[in-house]
Structure formats: C-alpha cells, structure tokens
C-alpha cells in the first residue's frame, strides 16, 4: 500500500469538505474493495477519508410509501432487515447471492455502488487497461475476455459491473441521494452508472467530491412476484457470470407491470424499458418469456470466451421469468 | 481531525481479548498485520490478504469480518475477539470442543478463522439447516476439504447439547 494521509470525518459536511480540498483523496467506508485496490496499487489515494462514523446508518420509510437505506447501512442488515425482506424480497436475495458474510457484514451500501470491475487486466498493474490508465489500450478484447461484456461495451473497454446489489437497485427503480461541493442532487438508478463509451475510466456520473448519502426505493417492492437468478462457476462466493433481477406485478393472471435487469453482461446494470413493454398486459407464457430472451440479446455481441453469454443470458431470462410468475427462487 | 492523529500514525484504543489498549499506528497497518505483527497474536492467518479466503476472520464488536481488509486506525473504540480469546481459561469454547469432537479440521490454517466465522453465524441467527450452515460458512475455505466435519461440528454447536 502506498503512504497516505487519514482524515476521520465527524459529519457529512465535514466529509465533503476534506474532498473538496484534494483531487487525490477518497472516501472509504467497508475498505472492502478499496484495501484491496490499495494493495495492488491499482488505487493510489493521496489521503483517505474515514465516513464511518457519519451518521448515515437508518434504514427510514419516507411519507410516499419508499424506504431510505444510508448509504453506511451495512449489506447485511440491509437484506436482513424486515421492511427489505418483506416488501423487496429481491433486494435481499441479491446481496446474500453476493461475497461472503463477513464482507457483506463489513460492506456498505455506498460502497457497493462504487465498487470497481473485477477485469483481470484492470486488477494487474504491469498490463495497460484503459480503465485503470486511460489511452493505454483494452488487453481483455483480444485477451481472455470471458467474464466480459456482452452489451453496451465500447471498443475503449468490454469490462462489467461486478455488483449484484446494484442489479436489483436497478430493477426497482432506485434513487441515489448524494451530496457535493455544489449541494445535494437526486440521481435516477438507470443514470447512476454509465457505458464506457470513450471515457472507461468514469464508471458513474458521480461528479468529483459527491458523497452518497442514501439509497431510496420507491413504494413497488414487487414482493409478490419477484427473483434473482445468478449464474455463476460455483454455487457460493464468486462473481455473476449473468445474473437476472425480476419484478413482476400481477393482476389476475396478467403481467400488469414488469421491471427486468440483467447483471454481468455490461459496464452497468442492464435495462432495457423495450424488453419490458413486452411483457405488460400479457399472460405468463414461455413462449413470451423466450421472445423477450431474445430481445434482450439483439444487440448482444461476444468477444470469444464470453459468447457464451448471449446463450445464457436467454435461458436464464426465461427461467427467472418462470421463478418470478410462481412467486420467487423457491417458490 | 481527532487529537493526537498526526499524518504519520495515529493515537488509537481497541479493546483486543478483553485487554484495554492503546496504540500507535500508521493509517495503512491492517487489523491483521496489527494482531499478527505488533501484538503477536498469530492464531488469525494471513491466507490470501484480498479478502478471499478467511483465515483471517476475527468478531469487532461481536460481528464476523475479514481483518485482512480492514484498517486498524478505522477500529478506533471497537472491541475485537481473536481465536485467542474464544476460550475461558482452560475451559475451551464450545465450538472449540466441538471442531475437536468432530475431527473438522486436517492442517489446521484455516481453523482459527472457521471458529470465529462460526461464532458470528451463531450470533447471526439466520442459519436453520446444514445447507443454511454451508452457505453461511462459504467465507472461510479450507484447502484440506474438511468441510463435512465443519458443517457437522458446527451444527453440534448449534444444538442444545443433551447433558447439559
Ligand atoms: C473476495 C470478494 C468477493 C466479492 N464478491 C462479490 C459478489 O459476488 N457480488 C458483489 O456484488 N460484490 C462482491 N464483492 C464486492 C463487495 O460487495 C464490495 O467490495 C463492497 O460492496 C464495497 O463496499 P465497501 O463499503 O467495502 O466499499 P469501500 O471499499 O470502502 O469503497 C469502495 C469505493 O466506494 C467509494 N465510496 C464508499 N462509500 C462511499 C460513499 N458513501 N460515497 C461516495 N463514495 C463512496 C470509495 O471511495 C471507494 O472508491 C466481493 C468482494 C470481495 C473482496
Ligand atoms: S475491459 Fe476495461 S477494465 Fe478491462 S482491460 Fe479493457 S479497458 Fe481495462
Ligand atoms: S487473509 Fe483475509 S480473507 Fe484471506
Ligand atoms: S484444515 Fe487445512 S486448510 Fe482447513
């Protein structure tokens, strides 16, 4: 680990403003993902900012019917907590599909938002990776490239988001409350984090210096009818090779509402509002959940080791679907 | 900024086995490298540093973590429990006795880091079957695949003993 400065923040005020003073210092919550880039020198921080002790840690219902998760709430109480395990079933299933119990329990809300890809080229100093040092090339396109984008990828860099978290938070619509030097500002889940485009080395439209504070969810939790389906090399503590967050709401065995989000295939949870106009007003049908399949995949283009992926990512939407109709994983 | 924090360490308190420290240390020492290197207590492995293995698995304030991702002067306050401390005296921990009832475990690396996981998931309260006990132990790997008599000896902990 580099030699760096610390800075314990008392309040989010006092937060802000240490950032704002220095390009080079970040914020640091679990220490899971940012420890861990430390020691590999992929991250370099001049000076880090402790949020620990920031007063963001309640889980609150807000008047229209939502819930607000702090941003330090830890992954674990957050899925664990009654009020997520009961109205959004799929958030919860999400974060215990993902790491381990000791770092979900070390792990913050905040923190898995800002979680950074696991591309092996990005993890190994001694390659270029235009992510990690942007102009210096993507080694994964030519390279070993199966946990790989699928979707939404640029010719600047094919890596994923490796957040399960985030894939419900994108399915439920969330909203990320976050506060700068400029104030605080609302920011849309779907507008949260961002494609590569020619600027791999952005991964959300986080602006420099901004805090997350919380997380709200909207009224829908979808409890009814609802899954997170995540494919993965072994059964426990690994990564989604694809991962599918469904919500459906049901009104007499019809599809009255449908939200659909696809983990493990870009560089941000994947969304797409024309998969799931195809299934509002219809009736359960696998045929239907295929076609939608299919759809999600029209623009799919693999690398070589991931192509599997297009495949995958059709079979498990219609699984997920089937899970989701009966009323969850279990059902 | 606290008193007694210059840029170069940092004055901090943890409460390490039941013993009141206090202690100087560089922002950037791991809680591992901080129980391992400067207060010798070795029971806790470094098995990978990355946070993938759980050798390195101590309780903070009662909760299972990973100490090879945490940073010491971010503990300030905080109580930490080691293997060295999950026994009264001579009278092991009963998860203690259990692991031993149950032969869970070969080398014995990993084994530190299994018991303290193990007291977390028990404090935890959310695993009801050995499926639930596998899933929830799926932090701490164990390179001698002594996994069946974990999950058993664990279970046994979990259980009401009969002669009690
Ligand atoms: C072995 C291993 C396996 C894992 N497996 C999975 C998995 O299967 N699925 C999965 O989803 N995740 C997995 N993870 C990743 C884990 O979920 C993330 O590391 C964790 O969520 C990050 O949260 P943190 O609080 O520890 O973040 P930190 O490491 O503290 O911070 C991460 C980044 O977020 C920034 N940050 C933190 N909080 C804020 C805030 N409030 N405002 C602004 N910036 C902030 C930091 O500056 C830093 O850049 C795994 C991690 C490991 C080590
Ligand atoms: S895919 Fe992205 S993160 Fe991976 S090497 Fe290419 S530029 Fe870097
Ligand atoms: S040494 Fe900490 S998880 Fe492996
Ligand atoms: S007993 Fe040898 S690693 Fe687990």
Redesign the interface.
């Known amino acids: 680990?580099?030699?760096?400065?610390?800075?314990?923040a008392g309040d989010v005020a006092e937060a802000v403003h240490a950032a704002a003073g220095d390009d080079a210092a970040q914020f640091?919550a679990?220490?899971?993902n940012l420890?861990?880039l430390?020691?590999e020198r992929i991250a370099a921080p001049s000076r880090?900012i402790?949020i620990?002790r920031l007063p963001l840690r309640a889980v609150k219902s807000l008047p229209d019917g939502g819930l607000e998760i702090g941003a330090l709430v830890s992954n674990?109480d957050v899925a664990?907590h009654p009020e997520v395990a009961s109205r959004y079933p799929l958030l919860s299933q999400a974060i215990l599909a993902g790491?381990?119990?000791?770092?979900r329990?070390?792990a913050s809300t905040g923190g898995n938002l800002l979680q950074r890809t696991r591309c092996y080229y990005f993890y190994d100093a001694a390659l270029p990776c235009n992510k990690r040092a942007p102009g210096s090339g993507c080694p994964a396109r030519d390279g070993v490239n199966r946990i790989h984008a699928i979707l939404g990828a640029s010719e600047h860099c094919i890596a994923v988001h490796p957040s399960d978290m985030c894939v419900a938070l994108a399915a439920l619509a969330a909203t990320v409350h976050v506060t700068g030097p400029a104030g605080a500002r609302a920011i849309e889940f779907a507008e949260f984090h961002r494609l590569p485009g020619d600027a791999p080395e952005r991964d959300t439209t986080l602006q420099p210096g901004e805090l997350v504070t919380a997380v709200a969810l909207p009224r829908e939790g979808f409890a009814a009818h609802s899954t997170y389906l995540k494919v993965r090399d072994r059964h426990?503590?690994a990564f989604a090779l694809v991962s599918v967050a469904v919500g459906l709401r049901m009104v007499d065995g019809t599809i009255a509402e449908a939200r659909l989000a696809l983990g493990g295939v870009a560089h941000k949870p994947w969304r797409d509002p024309t998969a799931e106009a195809l299934l509002r007003g219809q009736r359960p049908d696998d045929a239907l959940f295929a076609a939608v399949g299919e759809h999600l995949v029209r623009d799919a283009r693999g690398c070589g080791h991931n192509d599997f992926k297009i495949a995958l990512v059709r079979r498990a939407v219609v699984r997920a679907l089937q899970q989701a109709v009966a009323g969850g994983p279990r059902a | 900024m606290l008193p007694g924090m210059g840029d170069d360490t940092c004055a901090i308190t943890l409460k390490v086995n039941g013993s009141t420290l206090r202690l100087q240390v560089a922002p950037w020492t791991t809680l591992l490298d901080l129980l391992r290197e400067r207060l010798g207590l070795t029971g806790s492995k470094k098995g990978c540093d990355h946070g993938q293995c759980g050798a390195c698995t101590v309780l903070v304030d009662g909760v299972r973590i990973n100490s090879c991702l945490s940073l010491a002067v971010m503990r300030d306050g905080a109580s930490v429990t080691t293997i060295e401390g999950l026994a009264e005296g001579d009278a092991l921990h009963p998860l203690q006795q259990s692991f031993i009832e149950h032969d869970a475990f070969q080398c014995g690396y990993c084994t530190p880091g299994q018991l303290c996981s193990a007291v977390g998931l028990i404090a935890e309260g959310h695993a009801h079957s050995e499926d639930d006990i596998r899933e929830l132990m799926s932090g701490n790997l164990c390179r001698c695949g002594a996994y069946p008599n974990i999950v058993a000896a664990i279970g046994q902990a979990m259980r009401p003993r009969r002669d009690a």
């Open positions: 680990m580099n030699r760096f400065g610390y800075t314990r640091i679990g220490g899971t420890v861990d430390m020691k880090l402790d620990t674990s664990y790491a381990s119990p000791q770092l329990n070390m426990s503590y």
